[in-house]
Structure formats: C-alpha cells, structure tokens
C-alpha cells in the first residue's frame, strides 16, 4: 500500500480504526506494528482473506487513533526510529535503516 495520502478508515472486529497499510506480509506486518507500539499507537492486526489456498497470508494493520494519517506523520516527522531518529519515508518503506533527511542522496533499489 504504502504512502499514499488518503485517509482510510473502517474497522477490524469490532473496533473503530484507520488503516495504515493492507495486503502486507508477515514481515511488514511486524515491522509497522514494533514501529507504532513505539510511538504510543495502539495497533491491531488482521488476517486477511485469501483468494486461494496457495496464496501467501496478507494481513492489515491499523490503529486505533481515527485522526493519525501516516503520510502527515512521516512527513511532519512526527514519528520516532527505535533509536530516537526521526522516520524518513525510505525508512518507512524499509527501503533503508539511514533516517538522514536529505531527499539529494536517496538511491533507489535498483539504483544504488
């Protein structure tokens, strides 16, 4: 899903909640989950349906707070790294674990 701006909201089970990214995997899953806990938000997980049993498990994370908006968060740098850092969009995406700020030294994946 990543960064993309609009606010979606819905709920899991029965709790009110803005969707923070769906169709994740396991490892994304944990890693946006371990990175709000740290921030202060109250997260839940879901499971989401597969279309096939062969079909990798995705699943949604979101949080309980209505108002909180990834995209503004990152970008106002509001959230925290583990170590006190601010989160950078590239660390977001797990694109790399470096939260300088300067946007002249990101590289891509494919363009080290």
């Given at each position: 899903m990543g960064l993309?701006?609009?606010?979606?909201?819905g709920s899991i089970e029965e709790?009110?909640?803005?969707f923070v990214e769906k169709g994740v995997d396991k490892d994304r899953r944990d890693f946006l989950k371990k990175l709000l806990e740290h921030n202060g938000f109250e997260?839940?997980?879901?499971?989401?349906k597969k279309k096939s049993e062969e079909d990798p498990q995705l699943y949604?994370?979101?949080v309980t707070d209505m108002v909180f908006n990834?995209?503004?968060?990152?970008?106002?740098?509001?959230?925290k790294t583990f170590d006190g850092h601010k989160v950078t969009p590239?660390?977001?995406n797990q694109e790399t674990i470096d939260t300088r700020p300067q946007y002249w030294e990101r590289r891509?994946?494919?363009n080290p």
């Open positions: 993309g701006g609009k606010h979606m909201f709790t009110r909640v803005t997260v839940l997980t879901a499971e989401d949604t994370v979101a990834p995209t503004i968060w990152i970008y106002q740098r509001k959230l590239a660390y977001w891509s994946k494919n």
